[in-house]
Structures are given as C-alpha cells and as structure tokens.
C-alpha cells in the first residue's frame, strides 16, 4: 500500500453501488463503524443538481459546498441550481451539462465540486476511511472527479468496469496539482485521443492544504488482469477487489465465447473462478466481491490470504442506503415472500457488460415498462466518443433513438435490449426525471444474484443498519481476531 495510510487495513469494504444508492449517508455510517464506507462517483453532478433543486432538505450540500477551497464556483452553483422549499411536483429538474472532450467544458467544474461534496459529507466529522467508486468506461468524468474527491480528502478509490491501468498515476498526479493528460478511446481511431485536465483551472490561485494521494484499489474479475496491472510500477494500484460474476452491477463477461442460458443470461464456467492462490502470490492485498455476504464467508476469504470481503447487496437493502424505500420495502418483501429474482442481463447495459436488474413490477425490468417508455438519451454518462465523418469527435449511446444511433453511424441491431440505465438508475433513489404529461422517468435496480442474508438479519423483514451489518459480519475474524 502507499505511505498514505497508517491504520490497519479494512476487513469490510462497502461495495460502491451506482448513482446514489451508496450515497454519503451509507459510507458515513460504514467509515464510523470502523470499515471502508465507499460513496459511488457516478452521476453525482446530477444528484448534486437535483438535490438543490429538491430544496436540499437538512442543508447538507449547503453546507458542503461552503466547505469547498474556491468559494465563488460553489457559489455560482448555488446560484444557479438550489431552490427553497424545492421545485413543484411537476417542474422538471434543470439539465445536466454534458461532459465533453473540450478542456472548458463547464461540466468538469461541476462534477470536481459534486464529488467533493459527497466525499466531505462522508467523511464529515470522523477519521474512519472514505472511498470513491468509479466506472473506468467512464473516462471523460474520472479525472476531474477523482480530483474533487482528493480535495475532499478521500481515502481510498476504487475503478472497475475496464482496465484501470492509468489510474494509479493519475492519483499520484492530481494529489501534486500537476496537469493530467489521459486517454479517450474513441471508436474508429486507431489510436485514443487525448483528453486534458489541469487542476488550475478549477483552483485559479486558491491553494488547498496539503493533498494526499488515495490508494487505489482495482476491481477486477481474475487474477490474469490484477497481473497484468502488475507488471509495471506506474499500472500497479495499492489492492485489488476480485468481483464475481453474482455481485449485483457491471460484471464481467464469461471468458471464452459466450453462451446464454434459458433465460437469456451468460453462462460462466469455471474458467471465470478465481484462483485466489495467485491473487495472493501477487502480494498486494485484496478483498472478495461477489457472494460474501456472512461471517463464514469473511473467514473464507481471510484463510485464503484475502484482507477482507467487499459487501453490496446488504448494504444496498439497509436503512442508510439512498435507493428508495418503497423500492427497498418491496425488494425486501419480495425476497422473504416468492422469491427475487435478479437477471444478469447480457445486453441491457449500453457499456456492453452484463448487467444485473432486479425483476420488479412497474420498473425497467417490467417489457411493458420499457416498451413505454420513449427512448431519451439526455444524461449520457454511458456515450461513447466515435469519429465522425467531419473528423470531429461525436458521442452516441445504443440506449438512445434508434434513428438517431444509426444516423451517428451505430447498427440498429446494436439498440436491441438496451435500457437506459443512466435514467433508470436515478429514478430509483427517487430522483427521476419529470416528462411531459405527468410521466416519472420508470426506475431500475441493481442487486447480486445471492439475497440469502435477508433470512438470517431481517427474517421477519424488520428494518437493519449499516452499524449492524458490521457486528454481524465481524463474527467471522474469530475470537482472536476481533
């Protein structure tokens, strides 16, 4: 691990699930009950918009954003999005400056000063470890969201969905205030395209304090890719989070062609088993994702030379987490009652990875849901950078119009079975997007394929916190351990 950090290193890591469910509130109380408490990145200057417009119940973001190094772009924020006493029911929430390639993209400013504020929240008033996840197919918001939170003193930051070879450096550069120049794959170049950010020109001539590098930690599926990482000093991050195929999110795809089950849903075989022996030859520590979620499972992963496990699923079910609690109360019931299930969905993700989504009435997993739903790509965080026939670069999304993706230059065929998770996602922390005519943007949810520890913490259903989970869990260091 690098010099950053002193103490012992967790033996629970709060899994970083997306767009507000692992929100500031979640990792606060993970972090104060003594564990890693991660808050996710993605489309935080969406929530950050939506909250203020909503009124910022509590003062919180307020009182984030007077906590941030330059006051008058917290300011301008604000300014211009914070409403008293909210927007009326049926007012659409302001629009979200799209990021861009271009080095004066106002968005960049926004997403530093949202992670930030959701980073400082967390960490607000305690020393237990913050991290930050963030999705590597995401390039054009990683750096300068990376920078917000290390303003915010963020401890630990976590990167998957991709190959996070780069990350490491960019840390350790954005920790000095020095310029990063990162790359942006874009379809039908040869060669990534460039994408610059200078720490400047967020700070003008503010100074912040001393800024500590966070550790970086890197999720991914095998111990063929943590190697590869491996193989030189600036690619090498502090540890590794070895995510299975049944945590809930982004997985991997199956190694080898890929074969659909009865349902639709890739196989994986034991090719996609990690060989935790060779993750620990490695030397860097590393926690097991995917399927831990009980003492034994923590004593498992400690006997095979893991740090710990990462946990989702159970956090994304508790109290403190932001998904919505009527969504919440019916996941829940459903799994104590019929049964939940939860699809691995070959393609409805835009990135191309596999995707887990909860089979819930009256969301994105309903067809008819989806089938009325008229397809808007008005977030894009998911949008890939193409070449386009002026030399420019361009943005589409297979999740988008299908005309519009196919006059972009995309195949039709490539649109089939994608859903919009950008809108689905934020739906289902109650932040959905208000069309025309009284229509709500319809909710997604994400949880891992294994909900077996709602029968042994809540079986009657009753209400848990994240404090509990850390007590249930810890049984499993044994007595010599705790």
């Known amino acids: 691990m690098s010099t950053s950090r002193t103490t012992e290193l967790p033996w629970l890591i709060q899994g970083g699930m997306g767009v507000g469910v692992s929100g500031w509130r979640l990792a606060r109380a993970v972090a104060l009950a003594g564990q890693l408490g991660v808050v996710s990145g993605t489309a935080l200057d969406t929530l950050l918009i939506r909250v203020l417009q909503s009124g910022d119940p509590g003062g919180h973001l307020r009182r984030a954003l007077a906590a941030f190094p330059v006051p008058e772009l917290a300011g301008a924020v604000l300014e211009r999005y914070f409403v008293e006493d909210g927007i009326g029911p049926g007012e659409r929430f302001a629009a979200t400056p799209r990021l861009t390639a271009d080095e004066t993209s106002p968005a960049r400013t926004l997403t530093v000063v949202a992670n930030f504020c959701e980073v400082w929240l967390a960490k607000e008033g305690h020393g237990g470890p913050v991290g930050v996840n963030y999705l590597e197919k995401v390039q054009l918001a990683t750096t300068p969201a990376m920078f917000g939170a290390i303003l915010a003193g963020v401890d630990y930051v976590l990167v998957g969905a991709g190959i996070p070879a780069r990350i490491p450096g960019i840390a350790t550069r954005l920790a000095r205030l020095d310029p990063v120049v990162e790359r942006l794959d874009v379809d039908g170049d040869d060669e990534p395209a460039e994408l610059r950010f200078d720490p400047a020109s967020v700070l003008g001539t503010a100074r912040p304090g001393p800024l500590r590098r966070p550790d970086v930690l890197a999720i991914v599926s095998l111990p063929a890719l943590a190697a590869y990482l491996g193989r030189a000093p600036k690619t090498t991050p502090d540890g590794f989070v070895v995510e299975g ?89 459903r799994e104590l009652g019929p049964g939940l299930a939860v699809r691995n969905y070959a393609d409805a993700s835009p990135t191309g990875f596999p995707f887990k989504v909860a089979e819930l009435p009256g969301t994105l997993s309903d067809p008819g849901v989806t089938a009325a739903r008229a397809r808007v790509c008005d977030l894009g965080y998911l949008r890939t950078p193409y070449r386009t026939d002026q030399g420019t670069v361009g943005y589409h999304c297979p999740a988008e119009p299908v005309a519009m993706y196919v006059r972009k230059g995309g195949a ?71």
């Open 412 to 482: 039709a065929e490539q649109t089939e079975g994608r859903k919009c998770l950008c809108n689905g996602l934020l739906s289902a922390v109650g932040l959905g997007q208000r069309r025309p005519r009284g229509v709500v943007e319809p909710p997604l949810v994400t949880l891992g394929q294994d909900l077996g520890f709602l029968r042994r913490l809540a079986p009657e259903g009753e209400e848990y916190g994240a404090e509990s989970v850390v007590r249930w869990m810890s049984a499993g260091l044994g007595a010599a351990l705790v």
């Open 245 to 333: 195929h049944r945590a809930g999110g982004h997985s991997a795809p199956p190694r080898g062609p890929l074969r659909l089950d009865e349902q639709g849903d890739p196989v994986y075989g034991p090719r996609d088993v990690p060989d935790f022996a060779k993750m620990a030859a490695l030397g860097l520590p590393f926690w097991i994702a995917g399927g831990q979620c009980g003492p034994e499972h923590l004593r498992r992963a400690r006997e095979a030379g893991a740090a710990g496990v990462q946990l989702g699923s159970v956090f994304a079910l508790c109290a403190e987490s932001g998904l919505d609690p009527r969504l919440r109360r019916e996941l829940i019931e």
